[in-house]
């Protein structure tokens, strides 16, 4: 069985308590680090599979870009315990076959991977 391990970054009580009985009686999820302040998530989160941060007002934590940017393999789970909800946050690798070489076919696919990287918020 593979273990998944997790960070769980700084966080309010009640994500800490939601997110060990997540784990209790799950014998592949392993929680590795818990930490306090963005330093020491970000240098924990080199031995982690998956990040959970909490999320305010709905909105992915700046935290969540930056652990990408720097470990482009981990999923990050993102928490609104007030507002009950989340999401997960990760990259995708993704390769699209082009069938035909040509001009048209191209430029189709540059603007393909500008309009995807604009829906992502990259420029």
Do not use: F, K
Request: proline share 6%.
């Amino acid at each position: 069985m593979r273990r998944i391990r997790i960070a769980l970054g700084e966080a309010p009580a009640e994500l800490h308590r939601l997110v060990e009985q997540s784990l209790a009686g799950q014998p592949d999820l392993t929680l590795v680090a818990a930490t306090s302040g963005e330093v020491g998530l970000m240098l924990e989160a080199g031995r982690a599979d998956v990040v959970v941060v909490a999320m305010h007002r709905g909105e992915i934590p700046a935290v969540a870009e930056r652990l990408l940017d720097e470990y482009p393999l981990v999923g990050v789970v993102c928490v609104d315990v007030e507002a009950g909800r989340g999401a997960v946050y990760r990259l995708r690798p993704s390769l699209e076959p082009m069938d035909a070489v040509s001009p048209d076919a191209i430029a189709a696919a540059i603007r393909s991977v500008a309009e995807n990287n604009a829906a992502w918020g990259y420029r």
